[in-house]
């Protein structure tokens, strides 16, 4: 009993202040000991916060590293798709300045990405000045599926699995909302349908059909002409009231890429069969001169009196043409398209002008028997059109055919060369003496130049047009780009900026940037052919829906050489 008291007694007094008065040199030996252990809690608290800096230091080096390193690997090509002859081709097409210019683009991509995923994941676009996104599209998603292909295509892999997820598990077509039957297909469908064809995953073949299968009761007028609006979960088709009840021509004509190919890959005929009685109808009073008016009356299916354009509400109803029949890989089942092309495309020559004193070759637009010397910017898809189908002719066909495209090619470019800020505005008006003068002034990132730049440096070689499809590019790197991702301007001679990212900036004009500095076989121009929204779709040769077997359920990786559009085209956004 005695000791154990004794042990607590000096074991107390271990506690007590008096203890240390009487014994300093202990006291001496606590401080020391106290002070020791204060500076080795700060030095692992520094040694911790400088850990965690230098690791997200190395982390955004081995970021740097893996692009470089991805830039390096110009001979690790598509898995399963390419044979040597492809590579090969990769060695000649590419170069260090392309290397870099396409780098840059990429780089591009993964800004307006990044600002898309910060602030309006899962909308439909992201508006950057006030940082939040906005449901122009019924909250569909529309950038996210827009830029399912880009994102693929440039081997952003790490965004490309976070969209898939979000398309898998929040994809929602069950929206009480008027879709734009022409607006969903050429951006959802025809997303949905290329990121299947480059992917194999069947999630998005099975979201491309259910969202189809909602548009489909637009067809389902007498003629057959599909009207122009219909609610996803409801509905109940139906045209603008401001066009009198009319269907619109390109609105009406621009489903066949998209609707074809998903027969194709479901091996169910209806789809194909509800677009194809469209170009049918059509061409039982197909005029001699091949130019249509951009109204269709959906009742008798006769084209209303109206303005003759390939610009706004006209345009991609002649790419459709050529671009079915290159589809079907130019088979006798598709030669009707083509042939009805070549007739609107003499009814195109029909329209072009030149301007004084310049020569600058332009389109015009035409209202009964009276010419009206205007084009839209949107009309500068034709070039590359023109090009594209220039191989369908004889040689000296060919190259006359050739020559116009260069020459409109031109007269795009200069829309953007020609103004303060070397980005073009919505509409050019051509005067006599003047060469050509801004009408509307916005800029709304618009890709239509950019991708007749890429066709025209594809197919004759000339890289005149990546060098002005590079200025474009720096351009709207002047002018559009902001911390928070891409915005438009709303006037081309002030460069004053509006707020809006349109969804077709990723799909199109960086995609077709991005192109435009890779090697052919990237994308190849044989194998794909790209919808009016720039999503490419796989080629396959036409016959019995129900024989054919499309391949494309198989995973494929995109290269690892790393070296319309529409919606908006009536009115300012």
Not at 187 to 194: F, I, M
Not at 406 to 419: D, G, I, R, S, V
Request: proline fraction near 3%; include cysteine; charge should be negative.
């Amino acid at each position: 009993m005695g000791k154990k008291s004794s042990s607590n007694s000096t074991s107390l007094s271990v506690f007590n202040p008096k203890y240390y008065f009487k014994k300093p040199q202990q006291l001496v030996l606590v401080i020391f000991g106290f002070i020791s252990l204060v500076l080795l809690v700060s030095d692992r608290q520094n040694l911790t916060r400088d850990h965690q800096e230098e690791v997200l230091r190395l982390n955004e080096e081995l970021a740097q590293l893996k692009l470089q390193l991805e830039d390096f690997n110009v001979k690790v090509q598509w898995s399963a798709g390419l044979d040597s002859a492809d590579i090969s081709k990769d060695d000649d097409d590419d170069d260090p300045v392309s290397v870099e210019r396409r780098e840059k683009v990429k780089e591009a991509m993964l800004h307006a990405w990044t600002s898309y995923e910060k602030y309006a994941w899962g909308h439909d676009e992201l508006q950057p000045q006030t940082k939040n996104g906005v449901d122009s599209f019924g909250g569909l998603g529309a950038t996210l599926v827009d830029s399912l292909d880009t994102l693929f295509i440039m081997g952003l892999h790490e965004q490309f699995q976070r969209a898939k997820e979000w398309v898998a598990n929040s994809l929602d077509f069950n929206k009480d909302y008027e879709a734009s039957v022409f607006e969903t297909t050429i951006r959802v469908v025809g997303g949905l349908l290329s990121t299947y064809d480059l992917s194999g995953d069947k999630i998005f073949l099975e979201k491309a059909k259910d969202i189809a299968d909602r548009l489909l009761p637009a067809w389902n007028s007498p003629s057959g002409i599909p009207y122009n609006r219909i609610n996803l979960a409801r509905g109940g088709a139906h045209n603008f009231g401001w066009t009198g009840g009319n269907s619109i021509l390109a609105d009406s004509g621009t489903e066949q890429l998209e609707f074809i190919a998903l027969s194709q890959r479901t091996k169910d005929p209806k789809y194909q069969e509800k677009v194809e009685k469209v170009v049918k109808e059509l061409q039982k009073t197909f005029p001699a001169d091949g130019l249509l008016p951009i109204y269709i009356n959906p009742r008798s299916g006769t084209a209303a009196y109206s303005t003759i354009t390939f610009g706004a509400m006209g345009d991609s109803f002649y790419e459709y043409l050529l671009k079915v029949w290159i589809q079907g890989n130019k088979t006798e089942a598709v030669k009707h398209y083509r042939e009805m092309w070549e007739t609107s495309m003499k009814g195109l020559q029909s329209l072009v002008r030149k301007t004084t004193p310049s020569s600058f070759t332009y389109i015009c637009e035409k209202n009964g028997n009276f010419l009206s010397d205007k084009m839209d910017e949107l009309a500068c898809f034709a070039p590359g059109m023109l090009a594209l189908g220039s191989k369908g002719y004889g040689s000296g066909e060919a190259e006359e055919v050739l020559s116009l495209a260069e020459e409109l090619a031109w007269t795009c470019y200069n829309f953007y060369q020609l103004t303060p800020t070397k980005l073009a505005g919505e509409n050019y008006y051509f005067h006599p003496g003047q060469d050509m003068n801004v009408g509307t002034s916005w800029n709304i990132l618009r890709p239509e130049t950019v991708e007749s730049l890429f066709y025209l440096w594809r197919i004759t070689g000339n890289k005149t047009y990546q060098e002005w499809g590079w200025n474009i590019f720096q351009a709207f790197e002047k002018n559009s780009r902001l911390e928070t991702g891409y915005v438009g301007l709303k006037d081309v001679n002030s460069g004053i900026k509006d707020n809006m990212m349109q969804s077709f900036f990723l799909a199109e004009t960086l995609k077709y940037l991005y192109l435009l500095f890779s090697p052919t076989s990237v994308i190849s121009l044989d194998e794909w052919v790209f919808n009016t929204e720039a999503h490419p779709l796989r080629i396959v040769t036409r016959g019995d829906l129900h024989q054919e077997n499309v391949q494309v359920d198989r995973q494929q990786k995109l290269p690892i050489h790393f070296r319309g559009r529409k919606e908006g085209r009536l009115g300012y956004n």
